[in-house]
């Protein structure tokens, strides 16, 4: 399979909100690192923050593009409530080596209804 079609694929998990299944995408040793939050290293630590994210949220990302280039896959998003953003996933093989999300924390919390942190 391709990047993207493997992307393809991990959206599909993603809109079904089992972290166990999204998991099971990852490298052993992946980084994801949302650059609005603090990187998440390792698939077992990646799987414990989908499942919490999918907890507290209702996420669904409905894909504009996904672009492919070699190892990577690009994915421009957006979701129902308006948020929009931007995902680069690194493959090593079929799994994914590094995520990278740019997309605006505040406004997802306000949409979502959740604390925002004070600092």
Not at 88 to 115: A, E, N, T
Request: charged share 25%; hydrophobic share 40%.
């Amino acid at each position: 399979m391709t990047p993207k079609q493997i992307l393809q694929n991990w959206v599909e998990a993603f809109n079904e909100g089992d972290a166990d299944q999204i998991a099971n995408f990852y490298h052993q040793d992946a980084l994801n690192h949302q650059v609005a939050n603090e990187p998440v290293k390792g698939k077992e630590a990646i799987r414990n923050m989908f499942a919490e994210e999918f907890a507290a949220a209702d996420m669904t990302c409905i894909v504009e593009n996904i672009f492919e280039d070699g190892d990577w896959a690009i994915l421009e998003w957006k979701d129902p409530l308006g948020l929009r953003g931007c995902g680069f996933f690194q493959f090593s093989g079929d799994k994914i080596i590094l995520q990278r999300g740019y997309w605006d924390k505040l406004s997802f919390l306000r949409m979502q209804g959740l604390p925002i942190p004070k600092e």
